[in-house]
């Protein structure tokens, strides 16, 4: 199946920077957003991270699963990246039964925001009209709290 079809089938593909790590997804993401908990600035290198989540059962390692290395700095998350290239490719979140694959890896995923977490923290104040919660929804564990865009 080509990548049109696989789209149009809901199957989207990614891969790391050097293509030694592929992954598929499959079906809808539960959520997709902007992160800017120092945790993931740090990690991504960058301001802001953008995540889409999903159900594990919808990831699948398609090529390279031996080249992943994994780091868990706490144990609500295991990030995962490319022994070979260093490239990032997801995160497993166990306690909340979701892995995060970087919107960034995944080109024809139609990748639509709906929210900001963890603006409290933020460091690039985005005015784009998006929900901003200053740390996680509260179904998330979080409080919920709406903080402005400022």
């Known amino acids: 199946m080509n990548a049109k079809a696989q789209a149009r ?40 991270n953008a995540f889409t989540l999903w159900p594990p059962d ?3 390692v398609t090529r390279g699963g031996d080249r992943l290395g994994a780091y868990s700095k ?19 979140h166990p306690e909340l039964g979701l ?11 139609p990748f639509r925001p709906g929210v900001h977490v963890h603006y409290g923290e ?13 740390d996680v929804p509260a179904e998330m564990g979080g409080s919920g709290q709406l903080v402005p865009e400022g």
């Open 9 to 48: 089938a809901g199957v989207h593909s990614g891969r790391c920077f050097c293509g030694a790590v592929e992954i598929e997804v499959r079906g809808e993401p539960a959520a997709m957003g902007y992160c800017h908990c120092e945790s993931c600035r740090h990690w991504s290198a960058g301001p802001v």
């Open 58 to 60: 919808a990831v699948t």
């Open 74 to 92: 706490t144990p609500k998350s295991v990030r995962k990246w490319c022994t070979e290239c260093g490239g990032h490719v997801l995160t497993d």
């Open 99 to 109: 892995v995060d694959v970087y919107a960034a890896i995944i080109p024809d995923f």
């Open 122 to 134: 933020s460091v690039l104040k985005i005015h784009d009209g998006i929900e901003k919660q200053r």
